[in-house]
């Protein structure tokens, strides 16, 4: 409160402050965060394939080997996969081995509770796999008798028995195959050093 003189009176004058606004904080409020589900993509069931009797596999088919893309690679040699319904050639390619023991295993019939049961190429493991710290002797190949070729539409040429590499030794035997390059040279497999250690080549065919 003030006192002022105004024509001799005195007049107490009082002064009321306006009392300060205090602003109420503004809250912001975090955005809600709805998670998308993952959806897992459906498994992929190949069909089991059980046949009551044994279907022969197919005689292998002749390929040419290409040249190696890197030093690290192997070569997996064409084979025949099982459909319900059909056999499927699958060309032979160069792969790297999924783990360093691993050997390659083509396709064959398991006979489980009388029936047969169809088992995929695929790849397994040993002691040792197709790569190994040092070159393995392979055994002396087996006498055989090339019988006379089948009757065929199309030109047919004697692929010779040959031991293959699987982890441990495995004997092929000789089969028909049609000629699809009829000016190749069989090659008997042979161990070959890589960067990793010495892979073994299948025995293929070679212009």
């Not at 070569?75 to 792969?95: E, F, I, K, S, Y």
């Amino acid at each position: 409160m003030s006192v002022a003189a105004i024509g001799g009176d005195t007049i107490a004058q009082v002064v009321v402050e306006t009392p300060a606004v205090v602003e109420a904080p503004v809250v912001v409020e975090a955005p809600t965060v709805v998670e998308t589900p993952v959806v897992a993509a459906p498994a992929v069931i190949e069909p089991v394939v059980v046949s009551p009797t044994y279907i022969p596999v197919p005689a292998p088919q002749q390929e040419v080997i290409t040249p190696a893309p890197s030093t690290g690679g192997v070569w997996v040699a064409g084979h025949w996969d099982r459909t319900p319904d059909q056999w499927v050639w699958n060309q032979g390619a160069w792969v790297e081995p999924p783990f360093s023991n691993a050997y390659w295993t083509p396709g064959y019939w398991q006979h489980q509770n009388g029936q047969y049961v169809w088992e995929d190429a695929h790849w397994a493991a040993a002691n040792q796999g197709v790569v190994v710290a040092k070159p393995v002797a392979v055994p002396e190949a087996y006498e055989e008798v090339v019988p006379a070729a089948p009757a065929a539409s199309t030109a047919m040429t004697w692929q010779p028995g040959h031991w293959e590499w699987r982890g441990t030794w495995v004997w092929i035997p000789g089969a028909y195959v049609a000629t699809a390059v009829p000016a190749t040279t069989w090659v008997n497999g042979a161990w070959v050093e890589g960067v990793d250690g010495w892979h073994w080549m299948p025995g293929h065919w070679q212009e």
